[in-house]
């Protein structure tokens, strides 16, 4: 059986821990403390204990946004040794992510979406997304998706 996200998690931040990576032993401890409080959560509201693979790659895409976000409001304010540790920090996560699909890929998925839509114009924007969504959720970064499919449907205008 394939190793868990959070079993990696885990073994890469003992390893982290014995080789004194700072920034990966802080990254890997945030983001294992953000698998533990969803865990807490999910418990509270009277769910299993545990959290599923799915719920661990949607914490982490949340903060590799986080990451992205604070990187550019860094480098916006001038601040490049705060921008370079997000950047570090964003480079850690990443490398946990899924790999992503190739923009050919992407692009032959969202006009299947659009085959199924049928969009009339953009306003059916929603629609096509959600379809396209359904093939490339955590493998296509959502904004570029989001590019490619207002491109498409402009053609429909």
Do not use: W
């Not at 953000?34 to 693979?53: C, L, Q, V």
């Not at 916006?76 to 996560?93: D, T, V, Y």
């Not at 790999?99 to 969009?119: N, Y």
Request: with cysteine; aromatic share 4%; proline share 3%.
């Amino acid at each position: 059986m394939a190793e868990s996200l959070k079993e990696r998690i885990g073994k890469d931040l003992i390893q982290a821990l014995k080789e004194k990576d700072e920034i990966k032993l802080t990254t890997l401890r945030l983001f294992s403390a953000s698998i533990h409080n969803r865990e807490i959560e999910n418990k509270s509201h009277g769910g299993e204990a545990g959290i599923t693979e799915e719920e661990c790659f949607e914490i982490l895409r949340r903060e590799v946004k986080k990451r992205k976000e604070a990187a550019d409001i860094y480098a916006k304010a001038n601040r490049p040794e705060l921008e370079s540790r997000e950047k570090g920090e964003l480079a850690i996560l990443e490398s946990y992510l899924p790999a992503q699909l190739d923009s050919a890929a992407v692009s032959k998925i969202i006009d299947e979406a659009v085959l199924v839509v049928k969009p009339s114009g953009p306003k059916d924007f929603g629609k096509v997304m959600g379809e396209a969504m359904k093939g490339l959720k955590g493998v296509a970064d959502a904004s570029f998706v989001t590019r490619l499919i207002k491109e498409k449907l402009e053609k429909f205008a």
